[in-house]
């Protein structure tokens, strides 16, 4: 069983086109997470959301945002998407509070490219 | 504030040979270390973690890490390198107390040669 899913895998799509990439986790956890990894694997957090509530906001441009709908699930969607934006998007969650915050489980990634 | 350096963005080692993988970190207050993996194609996976106590940490696959407060580093290691280790690795903080969210490295990526 897939702890953290994420859907599409590979997303191809043109400047200035709206995308959403969706995100299931079955661990029960209470707090999930987005992550931007650029092209040379440089891995930044963008948001987390805890039992549905925004608690991390990175500087983000507005062009995303990020809905929760129930604790199980953070879909990211962008808006008028940039050649920039291209990058690989991970989801991730975590239980807890503290220290056990931190050992989160990741998704496998969504390969965004932009042309 | 809490950063991250890894030294070497390609670490090359032969199999059986030892790996050594550095990792260097600033914060301001103690922290909370750790150590994924990313194999091809494929999520972060926790390798090993330290928080307060013992400062060896023994992770999954038997790489290992030593958390040297002088040194402000936390360099992680195998004894014997498998073909299957091949993967990029990624040291990551989190500053102790608040534990808000985690800064990562930008990554070391292991080759294994045969």
């Known amino acids: 069983d897939t702890a953290v899913s994420q859907t599409p895998k590979y997303l191809v799509t043109q400047m200035g086109n709206d995308k959403s990439i969706k995100c299931e986790q079955n661990?029960?956890?209470?707090?999930m997470y987005w992550y931007k990894q650029d092209s040379k694997k440089f891995l930044k957090i963008m948001f987390s959301?805890?039992?549905?509530?925004?608690?991390i906001n990175e500087t983000v441009p507005n062009r995303f945002s990020p809905k929760s709908p129930d604790k199980a699930h953070l879909n990211l969607h962008i808006n008028s998407l940039e050649l920039g934006d291209s990058a690989v998007y991970f989801c991730?969650?975590?239980?807890?509070?503290?220290?056990?915050?931190?050992?989160?489980?990741f998704g496998p990634g969504t390969r965004l490219t932009v042309t | 504030a809490q950063s991250v350096t890894q030294l070497g963005s390609h670490v090359s080692v032969s199999e059986g040979a030892l790996v050594l993988l550095r990792c260097n970190y600033s914060?301001?207050?103690?922290?909370?270390l750790f150590w994924y993996v990313q194999y091809p194609n494929q999520g972060l996976q926790l390798l090993l973690k330290?928080?307060?106590?013992?400062?060896l940490v023994k992770g999954i696959n038997g790489f290992e890490a030593e958390f040297k407060k002088s040194e402000t580093s936390f360099h992680l290691t195998k004894p014997s390198a498998h073909m299957s280790d091949a993967a990029e690795y990624f040291c990551?903080?989190?500053?102790?107390?608040?534990?808000?969210?985690?800064?990562f490295g930008s990554g070391t990526q292991l080759t294994v040669l045969p």
């Open positions: 990551a903080v989190s500053e102790s107390g608040s534990a808000r969210q985690l800064t």
């Open positions: 959301y805890n039992n549905k509530e925004l608690i």
């Open positions: 914060s301001s207050v103690p922290p909370y």
């Open positions: 661990l029960g956890h209470d707090t």
């Open positions: 991730a969650s975590s239980q807890g509070r503290g220290l056990r915050k931190m050992e989160q489980y």
């Open positions: 330290y928080t307060t106590g013992a400062t």
